[in-house]
Every structure is written in structure tokens, then in C-alpha cells.
């Protein structure tokens, strides 16, 4: 399969890059870089370290999508927006890894899935995933008796907060109790807030050093607390699931799907 990567001399390109080498039935079919870029030009697979695979870095991210089965997207919001109106206008099945979208970036992206396969996650890691599962089962069971805190952490370059995963976490959650997060979130507390309200779901944020992602969904409850979490020690799992997320689009109808769909989640 003729895999496409964006934004592939950044940190998560060139482990995506490498994901697709080393992936079974998969190639690299090309990949761009932002104009002016001093990657331009240069060998893909030998960027990472590989042996080179003879695929130049282009500025032009149509390129891309032409010449791919499927595009692996970990860019900025900005160029998500562009590269799902090349979905739509190509075809070619999309896979975004990129954080921090807004609504105009998810109307796009709905867009595209009348024309391409689109897989959006908010974290690409299986184990992550699993999480996801477990935190909304718990919040089913365990019921508004007991507290919801979120709590993440990443490296000091992250530049949206809560992270697209703690989200995914508080929706998670939500759909748990079958309630809507945007009216139970609470994002931030200072100074005299007064008791914590029932059904609230909390998010705490940290930022600092190199941490890669750590997330713990809490249930406290009187007497006892309930922790699920997830630590990553390489990005290189964000990238793996990513690859996973790409080869399962072959031949898939168009439509908007999520990792849920990718790895078979029942229910």
C-alpha cells in the first residue's frame, strides 16, 4: 500500500516514516514539508536514518495525496484543514493525528468523508485506545457518586491544553453517564471555588520537561479511588497505530471512522 506522510521531517513524521519502512505490505509513496523548509529535497527514509528509498521531500502536499493510497497526517490544525479538502478532492483515505482541531477543522474533515476513508484519533497508541474503553465503562458503573478528575502531562513544547487525549478521555467518560462533557467539563480552578459540584469532570493540566504523554482518568469515590492511566515511553507508538489505522483503510468505503473501528471496539 502506497502510504503518503505530511509534515514528515517533524518529530512525529520522521517516526512515521519509519513505521511505514518497516511495515509489512506497506511503501513510502511521498511526503511533504512547509515551503521553505530545509528538508526540501531530501531522501524521506534516509531523513530517519534508513537507507534511502528514492522519495523527495515536495512543498506541494497535493503531490502527496496523488500519488498515495493513503495520507498519515500529525501536521498543525492549519494544514489539516488544507489536506482534508485534498482528501475530499482526491479520494485518498486520510489518517489525523493532529491536536488542537476546532469546528471548522471537524466540518472539513466530515466533508472529506463523503469522498475518502478518514480516520481521526485523538491518540493513535493501542494502548491508549483500550483505555478509552475502560475509563467510559467505569464511568457507567462506578456512577456520579463518585468524582471524575482527568489528569495529563506532556512535554514543555505542547502547545494545546487538554491535550486531544484528555478530551477523548472526558468524552469518554461522558458518554459513560450519558451526559454532555462541554456542560460538565470544568477546565480550570482558582482561588475560592466552593465544593465541588456532583457530575463535574475535571481536567488537570501539566506541562514540563520531555514527558511524551501520561494520562490517569480518577474516580474518587468515599472510600476508595479507582485509576486508570497510560504512559508513553516512545512516540514511536502513536506512529505504529497510525500505520495500523492507514493499511486497514484499503478498500474501505468512504466515511468517518476511528481507531475504535480500526482495532474492532464492540459495543
Known amino acids: 500500500m502506497k502510504i503518503g506522510i505530511t509534515g514528515c521531517a517533524g518529530r512525529m513524521g520522521r517516526m512515521v516514516a519509519a513505521a511505514v519502512a518497516g511495515a509489512e505490505g506497506a511503501r513510502i509513496a511521498a511526503g511533504s514539508e512547509a515551503a521553505g523548509s530545509s528538508a526540501l529535497g531530501q531522501d ?24 498515495s493510497d493513503a495520507v498519515i497526517d500529525f501536521t498543525a490544525p492549519a494544514a489539516t484543514l488544507a489536506h482534508a479538502r485534498l482528501a475530499l478532492e482526491t479520494g485518498t483515505a486520510l489518517v489525523v493525528g493532529t491536536t488542537g482541531l476546532g469546528a471548522e477543522h471537524e466540518d472539513a474533515l466530515q466533508a472529506a468523508a463523503k469522498k475518502a476513508a478518514i480516520v481521526r ?17 467505569a464511568a457507567r458503573i462506578l456512577g456520579p457518586e463518585y468524582d471524575i ?117 464492540v459495543g
Open 121 to 137: 484519533a485523538a491518540n493513535f497508541s493501542i494502548g491508549v485506545n483500550v483505555i478509552l474503553g475502560l475509563a467510559r465503562e
Open 149 to 265: 478528575e482527568i489528569v495529563e502531562m506532556h512535554h514543555r513544547h505542547k502547545a494545546d491544553a487538554p491535550s486531544g487525549t484528555a478530551l477523548a478521555l472526558g468524552q469518554a467518560v461522558a458518554l459513560g453517564r450519558r451526559v454532555s462533557l462541554a456542560d460538565k467539563s470544568v477546565r480550570a480552578r482558582d482561588g475560592i471555588t466552593g465544593p465541588r459540584k456532583k457530575g463535574e469532570i475535571g481536567f488537570a493540566v501539566l506541562r514540563g520537561g520531555d514527558v511524551i504523554g501520561d494520562h490517569t482518568v480518577v474516580f474518587a469515590g468515599e472510600g476508595e479511588r479507582v485509576e486508570i492511566g497510560h504512559k508513553a515511553s516512545s512516540r514511536s507508538v502513536f506512529a505504529q497505530g497510525a500505520v495500523r489505522a492507514a493499511l486497514w483503510t484499503k478498500g474501505r468505503a468512504p466515511g468517518l471512522y476511528s481507531m475504535r473501528d480500526v482495532l474492532g471496539f
Open 44 to 67: 524521506i527514509a534516509a531523513l530517519t536514518g534508513l537507507p534511502a528509498c528514492g522519495v523527495k521531500i515536495v512543498a506541494d502536499a497535493a503531490k502527496v495525496f496523488r500519488a
